[in-house]
């Protein structure tokens, strides 16, 4: 690949990324996270998404009705089958020094145990971020923040989000990130100690990460032949 050809790959992600980002007007993913316990809590993704404005119900908890505690729920109505739900929520505890809470979901037909969780502490807020797709759709639902342990103790929330993306807004936000975030070119070149270019050079890369595929931009290789996983060599 040549600085041209190299630069011009790299303007095309840059006006392609633009380009998606000009064209589509629903929700872009928040990758915002916290892992440290704050004095308060911060502002609601989405501005809440379609918690905004709600304010959570106190239903008892149905793990030990012995000991009759309560814990924080969301109602939640007409949720629809293979939308994909994204939640987070602050969190803060009293009763012990440290709990895991676990956000689970309960409608009609289905309970999802464990959606999201987060280590709380006591007397500071922790951010629980989390998200399910139902298999089928709710008319009515119960979105609940419990101690994992059933422990007594008092759980407070603050700052929730649910922010639903449909299948075809999750996967342009996947491609969007693609080509903003993930790609890059590369221009690679081979010299000698004084700077000279070395011609005809032959390159060995190594890729050492999973998660970060190595593609190369090499329009000559579409009409390369490999022939090592032939069953018989040369034979098409």
């Avoid at 379609?50 to 149905?62: T, W, Y």
């Avoid at 999750?170 to 903003?180: D, S």
């Avoid at 050492?208 to 190595?214: I, T, Y």
Wanted: glycine share 6%; proline share 3%; charged share 20%.
């Amino acid at each position: 690949m040549n600085h041209n050809s190299a630069l011009l790959v790299f303007l095309l992600l840059i006006i392609n990324g633009v380009s998606l980002a000009t064209s589509y007007d629903g929700p872009l993913y928040d990758f915002t996270a916290y892992i440290e316990c704050k004095e308060q809590p911060e502002d609601p993704l989405y501005n809440g998404g379609i918690l905004k404005h709600e304010a959570p119900e106190n239903l008892i908890s149905i793990a030990d009705s012995s000991t009759g505690f309560y814990s924080p729920a969301f109602v939640l109505h007409n949720l629809t089958q293979g939308t994909i739900y994204c939640f987070s929520v602050w969190v803060k505890i009293q009763g012990a020094h440290s709990a895991l809470i676990q956000a689970s979901l309960k409608t009609e037909d289905a309970t999802y145990s464990c959606i999201g969780t987060v280590l709380a502490k006591h007397g500071c807020w922790s951010f629980l971020k989390g998200g399910f797709v139902l298999d089928s759709p709710a008319k009515l639902s119960f979105l609940l923040f419990q101690n994992s342990d059933d422990r007594d103790i008092d759980i407070a929330i603050d700052s929730a989000s649910l922010q639903p993306f449909t299948d075809q807004e999750w996967r342009f936000n996947q491609q969007y990130i693609i080509n903003t975030e993930r790609k890059r070119a590369v221009t690679i070149h081979v010299a000698e100690g004084n700077g000279v270019r070395l011609q005809g050079a032959s390159i060995a890369i190594e890729q050492v990460s999973k998660d970060f595929p190595v593609w190369i931009r090499n329009f000559k290789n579409n009409s390369w032949k490999f022939t090592l996983s032939e069953m018989v060599r040369g034979a098409i």
